[in-house]
């Protein structure tokens, strides 16, 4: 066995390796916990699935696992054949949990062949107030494999660990966050409404060449149970059903049906956009769809990320509540412990359950059982919001493919530049009788104008509904 100092490396002949994280456990001592970060050429984990640690014990490819610990031993495995090409390192790191490393006795990581059990390395650290920690790296280096003995730890904590490699740390629950509205201009056609809902219709839009007949204007609904919303957000809501109604009625559809399910991306990565308000600005404006399509009042919700989840109803007369409630990013660190929730009302979800990561084919699949055990005769519409981090895409293209054949139409929404994988070619791919799938991506949805985004959102909607139709999909 090699015993290697603070930045020195070694060549790792074996196929797989073992990188056991030791320490002497004892009364007061914190706990620790190892984990593993997979990063790309550019030294950034691709989305929160590059992340190995107890909660998320394995890695999609099968390449990296969090064995599970004992008293004073931590354990990842790593089959560096299985590595997949994109992947120039594999970084070890660990926390501490109740207190700093420098109270962690006899700290060090011993590199084993998974094969014939030897030791190959040891790497004996030291640390001070640190709370989290890079041990060591395993890296490619011209064909091969070499490990490197790290022994860096982080002041900042878990902050200073994530902005290096392009992880979202969230170490406590996000605190709820008021929407941020986009100011909404009111048609100079349509008065604005004092403290009554919206007019009984919308002026059409131009008039439409001779030779092609314009549609008929789309009636605004007055939802149920509007009345009951404060007058602030009562107005809101009013004027943009009336943006919806406009929109629609661009697209060519007159008096149009349909029920509304809204999907809300909680990965890692989206703890930014929830902090900011910007998730829950996005859900009011969706509101309004389902408030303009649906005559029920309310409309569908799941949340995901490791893991899909349905939320409670949004039932449009409890909008503001709904929205304080169950827009929330996960209460999971990416490197704290599992910590009992705390204040959870009746119906609020445990957001620990869905975890951190991007499994978008799993929520995909889920919101397709619920329309095949509820049908109803009208159409519907998906509104699926993420910031990207996608890389399930043969998953993701076998459950859209699938969908084809069914009265749903998925509308994504970038929320940022992100990789998007297969949702950005879906337009293009061959081999479906009709496109169920529309995409697009702003930096900034808060920018966005509601007259834009929803011509934006309900552009490729309409065109379905009528290939559909010619396809005897929807009645």
């Known amino acids: 066995m090699t015993s290697l100092s603070k930045g020195a ?10 990188a056991v994280l030791g320490w002497s456990a004892g009364p007061g001592v914190p706990d620790v916990d190892a984990s593993a970060l997979l990063l790309g050429g550019d030294g ?26 004992r008293p004073g031993a931590d354990t990842i495995a790593v089959d560096l054949g299985a590595v997949e090409p994109g992947i120039e390192r594999v970084v070890l790191c660990a926390s501490a949990d109740g207190g700093s490393f420098g109270q962690v006795p006899g700290l060090h990581l011993l590199l084993l062949d998974a094969v ?43 902050a200073g660990l994530a902005t290096d490699y392009g992880i ?26 004092p403290s009554v809902p919206a007019p009984p219709s919308v002026p059409a839009p131009a008039a439409a060449p001779a030779s092609a007949a314009a549609p008929a204007p789309t009636a605004v609904r007055l939802t149920k149970g509007e009345e009951l919303l404060p007058t602030e957000v009562r107005a809101r809501l009013s004027l943009r059903k009336q943006q919806v109604a406009v929109s629609l009625s661009k697209h060519g559809v007159g008096s149009l049906t349909a029920r509304v399910i809204l999907v809300l991306d909680a990965s890692g990565s989206m703890a930014f956009h929830y902090r900011r308000g910007t998730v829950a600005g996005v859900a009011e404006r969706m509101a309004a769809v389902a408030a303009q399509l649906d005559d029920d009042g309310q409309m569908q919700a799941w949340t ?7 939320l409670p109803d949004l039932v449009i007369a409890e909008l503001p509540e709904w929205l304080r409630l169950h827009v929330r990013v996960g209460e999971m660190s990416l490197f704290g412990r599992r910590r009992p929730p705390k204040g959870l009302v009746p119906g609020q979800l445990d957001m620990r359950t869905v975890g951190i990561g991007n499994e978008e084919q799993k929520v995909i699949a889920q919101v397709r059982a619920y329309v095949r055990d509820h049908p109803v005769p009208d159409p519907t519409l998906v509104l699926f919001f993420s910031d990207g981090g996608v890389y399930r895409n043969d998953a993701i293209e076998r459950e859209l493919r699938a969908a084809v054949e069914e009265p749903l139409f998925w509308q994504f929404i970038g929320l940022g530049r992100a990789d998007y994988g297969v949702l950005e070619r879906f337009d293009t791919l061959p ?10 991506a702003v930096d900034d949805i808060e920018t966005l104008s509601d007259p834009e985004l929803y011509d934006r959102l309900l552009s490729e909607f309409p065109s379905w509904i009528r290939a559909a139709r010619q396809a005897g999909i929807l009645r």
């Open 9 to 18: 490396n070694l060549p790792i002949g074996a196929t797989a390796v073992r």
């Open 44 to 69: 950034r984990v691709r989305s929160d699935a590059d992340f190995v640690f107890y909660n998320q014990p394995r890695h999609a490819s099968g390449s990296v696992t969090h064995q599970g610990k």
């Open 116 to 158: 014939s059990g030897a030791e190959l390395v040891r790497f004996d650290m030291a640390a001070g107030p640190e709370k989290a920690y890079v041990s060591g790296e395993l890296y490619r280096r011209s064909g091969a494999w070499k490990f490197r003995a790290v022994g860096q730890g982080y002041a900042d904590g878990l």
């Open 168 to 193: 979202s740390v969230d170490e406590a629950p996000a605190p709820v966050a008021v929407p941020r509205t986009v100011p909404v201009p009111v048609p100079p056609s349509v008065p604005a409404p």
């Open 304 to 310: 995901f990320a490791s893991s899909p989840a349905r």
């Open 431 to 440: 081999g479906r009788r009709v496109d169920n799938v529309g995409f697009f």
